[in-house]
């Protein structure tokens, strides 16, 4: 490890000298506050896939729904599922590409909000993140370089509330509608005062009783940040904590007892889980010269909670950690002329201890292990601009560490220290045919090693992907048209097998030595006039898996879980008058198997689910958000597994996670 540190001082050192010594500049017209931001994410004439979401389009929509609710709404080859069926509360998770969020680099204002053991984010740890989000960038495929695990599917980077906006504000916002939702946040923003100073807060508290019985979600979260604006540099601490019990309800439910009772949960009434994580962030960032630009960021994270498996009303497991997570990164960018070079560092400690017990006995766990995960990585990217040509260069080396060993007290648990280096990397070149379109083409390579359910059951290797990604823009004054072409190779890939292990909500995963998934993913906006605007997004997919061993029996040529060939989203907009917005929007989602052997009875049905919403802004002070959704009652499912209700090996039939039927939300908003 020390070794990458040496190696960053080397790829930073000639940036430093290129400046020179002349300090004497202005930042009239720089928003030093996005240093961090635009050192993470990818650049509009980059040649990776990306999509940026804008503060306008996310608060269009937002109505304290779930972040992979919200994504699955505003970027295509995303699909969200829920536990207990709703947007709000309990738990949601979204695929990308096919790909489980575990795959997918989650990022706020670069650091990372991946566990690094199981490698998932919980945003129900977080309700109501999206209410403290200035933009969102979603890069699909392997992309650049970001902080936190592998970007293995694609990358989420979410950037906090700019806290340096000119005018005060204070917020209240009220959430209710179906399954008892109810939603109370209230947020204060000084903006930038005359010494500089910005600060910013939310709390929130949010109770679902949820779609399914006993689904129930009770939480609290607080988001604040607090930063101090010089000439050339600046200080950033941001804060979010949160606290959530919810009711348990991931077991898929067999089709008769939903045709029985839609509502049905077979995870126990009493099962209840208790979660609490926090993350605190101290950034800095300075021009060093107008053209070269540093930040630097600390961080730790923490969470622990218990979450219980009841086998009837006497005999509960319970299952619970404890995480510490103490983290930095830091960046040098270098921008001139036509030339942009930027590199980075990034080093983490990650502990982990899980446990086991029957309740109540709390105090004497049957079953206890220990995890330790270091990293320490650096890239450094290349952009050269050569007329109408950006070419583009991205080298990432990895160094990760991971020990899982024995609980010295019980002696349970399992010994494992591993290894891992990867070398990752993107190229391309963009191409610019005029101020209004361009095109782009890129390769790129990513490894990832396996998180500690992976070890447990075996999977001790790398996986790697091979991603081919091909794209045109084109912006107008009326809209914009992205159409990319990808082609994903995998090696080595642990991938879902479609069955939950024992009690639990983990998925199994083994290893298939070739797999590969294509496709074709488009973004379309169009201004029909004044009052009319259409979008569509939508994406065309194929997988395939070469060869999957299926106990003794090996199996060819068969497609991955939960990658349906297509998902499309189209919309329009009607602005009514300038305080009346009316918007109907469509998803269709074509069938995918929920299981790797492609049985054709274990599939999810394709389905269509139409929604619509009304906006009303009654002033500048008042405004009012309703969301219909499902408007035609369909009965639909976005996840499912093979049924073994008593976990004796046998298998009883699809399972399903239903979602619900018609329902509503309505937010009101109050400034002062």
């Known amino acids: 490890m020390r070794s990458l540190f040496f190696s960053f ?72 599922y829920s536990d207990a ?17 575990s795959r997918i680099n989650i990022t706020l204002n670069g650091v990372p909000l991946n566990d690094m053991v199981d490698q998932g984010v919980y945003f129900s740890n977080f309700s109501d993140f999206g209410n403290s989000i200035e933009s969102i960038q979603v890069q699909r495929g392997v992309g650049a370089s970001n902080a936190g695990v592998a970007s293995y599917g694609g990358s989420v980077n979410f950037e906090s509330t700019n806290i340096f906006n000119e005018d005060a504000n204070t917020e209240l916002q009220f959430t209710t509608g179906s399954f008892g939702t109810l939603r109370t946040s209230a947020e204060v923003q000084t903006g930038k005062l005359d010494n500089g100073i910005g600060a910013y807060a939310r709390m929130t508290r949010t109770n679902v009783n949820g779609y399914k019985h006993h689904s129930s979600s009770d939480s609290y979260s607080f988001f604040g940040s607090i930063g101090l604006l010089g000439e050339k540099d600046v200080w950033k601490i941001t804060g979010l904590m949160g606290k959530t019990e919810n009711d348990q309800a991931y077991l898929p439910v067999l089709l008769k007892d939903i045709n029985r009772e839609p509502a049905t949960n077979y995870n126990h009434p009493n099962d209840t889980d208790d979660f609490e994580q926090e993350l605190i962030q101290l950034q800095y960032s300075r021009y060093l010269a107008p053209s070269t630009k540093f930040d630097a960021t600390i961080y730790y994270g923490g969470a622990r909670g218990v979450f219980p498996f009841a086998i009837d009303d006497k005999t509960q497991f319970v299952y619970g950690l404890s995480n510490n997570h103490y983290g930095m990164l830091s960046h040098l960018t270098f921008e001139k002329n036509n030339f942009i070079v930027k590199s980075g560092l990034q080093a983490y400690k990650f502990d982990r201890t899980n446990f086991e017990y029957l309740a109540p006995n709390v105090s004497n766990p049957y079953d206890r292990d220990h995890t330790n995960k270091n990293e320490v990585s650096v890239f450094s990217k290349l952009e ?19 020990k899982l060993h024995k609980d010295k007290e019980l002696g349970t648990g399992i010994e494992s220290d591993k290894q891992w280096t990867f070398f990752n990397f993107v190229g391309g070149v963009n191409y610019k045919f005029n101020n209004a379109q361009s095109a782009y083409i890129s390769y790129g390579k990513t490894g990832r090693e396996p998180t500690r359910s992976d070890i447990r059951n075996g999977a001790l290797f790398g996986e790697y992907v091979f991603d081919l990604e091909l794209g045109w823009r084109l912006r107008t004054r009326q809209g914009k048209l992205n159409i990319n072409l990808f082609h994903m190779d995998f090696n080595n890939e642990i991938t879902q097998v479609g069955a939950l292990m024992e009690r639990s909500y983990i998925e199994v995963r083994k290893n298939v030595p070739y797999s590969r998934r294509s496709g074709l993913e488009l973004e379309f906006e169009y201004q029909l006039s004044g009052r009319y605007q259409f979008s569509f997004n939508g994406a065309y997919m194929t997988s395939n898996v070469d060869e999957f061993t299926n106990g003794t029996e090996v199996l060819k040529n068969v497609s991955h879980i939960f990658s349906p060939k297509w998902v499309m989203r189209p919309q329009v907009d009607f602005n009514i008058s300038d305080k009346l917005n009316f918007g109907l929007s469509g998803r269709h989602v074509s069938s995918s198997y929920m299981e790797l052997a492609n049985i054709s009875s274990f599939r999810l049905p394709a389905h269509t689910v139409l929604n619509t919403q009304i906006r009303l802004d009654f002033n500048k002070f008042v405004t009012v958000n309703l969301q219909v959704n499902n408007i035609l009652n369909t009965r639909y499912f976005t996840d499912g597994a093979p049924v073994d209700l008593d976990f004796d090996g046998s298998v009883e039939g699809p399972g399903y996670r239903i979602q619900p039927l018609r329902h509503f939300y309505v937010m009101c908003t109050l400034r002062l």
């Open 384 to 402: 050269y601009k050569l007329n109408d040509f950006s070419i583009y260069g991205d080298v990432n080396l990895r160094s990760v560490s991971m």
């Open 85 to 101: 069926g709703t947007d709000i509360g309990n738990y949601a998770q979204f695929r990308m590409r096919g790909i489980s969020q």
């Open 9 to 80: 001082i080397i790829l930073s050192g000639p940036i430093i000298l290129l400046y020179g010594q002349n300090n004497a500049f202005s930042l009239d017209s720089i928003d030093i506050e996005e240093v961090v931001i635009m050192s993470t994410r990818a650049n509009a004439n980059d040649p990776v896939t990306i999509q940026n979401i804008s503060l306008q389009k996310i608060e269009n929509i937002y109505s304290g729904q779930d972040p992979s609710v919200l994504l699955q709404q505003l970027s295509p080859s995303i699909i969200s």
